[in-house]
């Protein structure tokens, strides 16, 4: 449609133009032509920078369950079924607990559910890394977790200096902690965060096991107070609070519900796990290794502009909370 619209004004405008005019505005047709298709990758973290196979996706699942029965006092047998279903409802189980009505300590949360997990499967990969230094291109973190498990697997990965920054739970959830602290550190992504986490509990809790055992058609699930993917609404937010061209980036992660959320606002998608491209990828990677030979396009360009990432700024400074 650009490359139509271009063509048409250059033959219309070259009519009127002098010799000089129309070298200049030649070059400046070139350079435009020649333009890099993206100027951003947008990346997720789990199971997208690491393979299923570490163990860590299966310990989460199992952390969860352990705390909607040691911290919420549900009962086990029904524990399955409720995180199955506030997962498939609301995107994390996290989000759907509190969609529900279950009030709770994020952070505790985290901790919990994160901090006894098996980092130690995560191993450098030196491959990856030196793939993504070499990518000329704007590359950040877009992950539902939190702050502290995203800089750690980062870590074990040894891929904690290959990215300009990282949006995770605390960028879309601000606390009010985190609003007040002014913490020079978070600043960069946080400047434009306008939500916040300031919840009351509900007085009762919505039973969304009962909701589909017997579906009424004058129901409507709860609304969560979390933002994370597959929202639409939260991956708009993320793209404005980096300063994300949806139309110059694209975007990896292993689960195809928020590859076809991303699609809808307008990213371009790699699914990432499985060579089977379902509706809504542009393409597919059965591992996020063979970036290059799917996308070579992405090393080849000349032009080094200000998106171009040296890989200086420690995790430390860039994390974004
Ligand atoms: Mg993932």
Request: charged content about 25%; glycine content about 6%.
């Given at each position: ?60 699942g199992n952390?969860i369950k352990d705390?909607i029965v040691?911290?919420?006092?549900i009962v086990k047998d029904k524990v399955v079924e409720l995180s199955n279903l506030l997962y498939k409802?609301?995107?994390?189980t ?114 969304i096991i ?112």
């Open positions: 449609m650009l490359t139509c619209f271009l063509s048409l004004f250059k033959v219309l405008r070259s009519s009127f133009l002098s010799s000089r005019e129309r070298m200049d505005y030649e070059d400046r047709y070139r350079l435009l032509s020649q333009r890099p298709k993206y100027d951003c990758l947008l990346f997720d973290l789990d199971d997208t920078l690491y393979p299923l196979s570490s163990g860590l996706a299966r310990e989460c952390n705390y040691e911290k919420l006092g409802n609301y995107g994390t996290m989000a759907g607990l509190r969609a529900v009505g279950y009030d709770f300590d994020y952070d505790d949360y985290h901790s919990y559910v994160h901090g006894r997990l098996p980092y130690d499967n995560l191993k450098p990969d030196p491959q990856l890394r030196s793939l993504l230094l070499t990518l000329p291109l704007r590359k950040i973190i877009f992950t539902n977790a939190d702050k502290v498990h995203a800089a750690k697997a980062l870590s074990k990965l040894g891929l904690e200096d290959c990215f300009e920054g990282i949006i995770c739970f605390e960028t879309l959830n601000p606390s009010r902690k985190d609003m007040d602290s002014g913490d020079e550190n978070d600043v960069e992504f946080l400047r434009s965060a306008s939500a916040t986490t300031d919840v009351h509990s509900s007085p009762e809790i919505f039973d009962g909701h589909f055992a017997q579906p009424k058609p004058s129901a409507t699930l709860p609304k969560t107070p979390i933002d994370c993917k597959p929202q639409e609404s939260a991956i708009e937010r993320a793209l404005k609070i980096a300063n994300i061209n949806p139309q110059r980036t694209l975007f990896f992660d292993d689960s195809v519900r928020n590859i076809q959320a991303g699609k809808r606002v307008g990213l371009h998608t790699v699914l990432v796990g499985t060579s089977q491209r379902p509706k809504g990828a542009d393409y597919a990677l059965e591992s996020i290794h063979n970036i290059k030979q799917a996308l070579p396009e992405l090393w080849e360009t000349d032009v080094k502009s200000d998106a171009n990432y040296t890989g200086q700024v420690a995790i430390e400074t860039s994390v974004i909370a």
